[in-house]
């Protein structure tokens, strides 16, 4: 049933898993959401053009051009510095071009009262990138100002037919969008993150986990174990009942898995079409045999699985420990055929 590798085990190649892609949406969200920096400077360049393309539109008072080239000046430098360091810049740093961003949308704002120019609509700008890219109570945060900011030109700047009525009719779109959004960003970060099938943490969550996990064993000096897990002959069962059969067996085993791994922060994902891999924090060789007697326990009548499990030999990285418990799970399905043709 299970094969438990040697931390000296040889790495002999074993069978690469299928890894199904994810959906064509959680792969935009994905290449969206991993770029923020990028997007940031596309909003930046975006304020230098809505700043200069105007000027030649209205007669603006002298105080107003000299406002919207400042404003483009701003803006400029937020592109520069974005498109030099952006991706080395802490993730904080998007705060502060939001805040900017906020500030120099107010300043439009009022200028463009002079010239009849709605710049209160860059607003929009400043929710949505908020709305993609930061938590939700942070994102609120900052359309709140963003709002209030907007109050306070509506209030001392040049004078707007029914301010009230402007400022309601933005910020009552924008806080619809910002909900909107936030609620699409969350369905979308859980699509890329969630095995759809069983509700499971897919590849990429496992391969996160995998990660922390590791590294709090190395800071703290507990132990890690992981497990492969793959079913045997589970073409065999989908050649029998369907892909529906195959399918009510894995939404099965997800569940009575879950039940069976410990409370103490054991980790189960999905990580390929028959493949289940298990983390088991402080689990050392000799406890993770009680893990995998339950998980074997919990196998519906005829169904078996080859398990693998290697227990971290504080040396070797997060790569080199699945690879041996995929050996070691590989090396029992191979015995098992063995016996099963002998």
């Known amino acids: 049933m299970q094969a438990f590798a040697s931390p000296r085990a040889p790495q002999q190649p074993g069978p690469v898993s299928a890894i199904p892609p994810d959906g064509v949406a959680a792969g935009w969200a994905r290449a969206i959401l991993s770029q923020p920096s990028r997007i940031a400077t596309v909003f930046w360049a975006g304020g230098v053009v809505a700043s200069v393309s105007v000027l030649p539109l209205v007669r603006w008072p002298r105080s107003s051009i000299v406002a919207l080239v400042i404003i483009a000046g701003v803006c400029a430098t937020g592109c520069g510095v974005r498109v030099a360091a952006g991706a080395r810049l802490p993730r904080w740093t998007l705060h502060v071009d939001v805040s900017v961003a906020t500030v120099a949308a107010s300043v439009l704002a009022a200028v463009g009262a002079t010239g009849h120019v709605p710049f209160a609509d860059l607003y929009t700008w400043v929710t949505i990138f908020a709305a993609l890219y930061f938590r939700p109570l942070l994102a609120i945060a900052h359309v709140g100002a963003a709002a209030a900011a907007y109050a306070v030109v509506l209030a001392v700047g040049p ?22 959004v936030i609620g699409l960003v969350s369905v979308l970060r859980r699509a890329g993150r969630e095995d759809p099938l069983t509700g499971l943490a897919n590849r990429r969550s496992f391969d996160e986990r995998l990660e922390e996990e590791l590294k709090r064993a190395q800071r703290t000096g507990t132990a890690l174990s992981a497990l492969i897990i793959d079913l045997d002959r589970f073409k065999a069962i989908n050649d029998a009942g369907g892909h529906e059969a195959g399918d009510h067996l894995l939404r099965a085993l997800a569940n009575a898995w879950q039940v069976a791994i410990r409370g103490g922060g054991d980790f189960l994902a999905r990580t390929g079409g028959d493949e289940f891999s298990l983390l088991a924090p402080g689990a050392d060789a000799i406890s993770v045999r009680r893990l995998v007697k339950r998980l074997a ?46």
Do not use: C, H
């Not at 398990?307 to 990285?317: K, L, P, S």
């Not at 690879?323 to 090396?331: E, G, I, K, T």
């Open 159 to 180: 004078r707007v037919p029914s301010p009230v009525a402007a400022w309601l009719a933005l910020f009552g779109t924008l806080a619809v969008a910002a909900i909107v």
């Open 297 to 342: 326990d919990a196998l519906p009548a005829g169904i078996t699985a080859s398990i693998g499990v290697a227990t971290w030999d504080r040396a070797e990285n997060a790569a080199d420990l699945l690879r041996r418990a995929d050996q070691a799970m590989y090396q029992t399905k191979q015995r098992r055929k063995g016996l099963r043709n002998a």
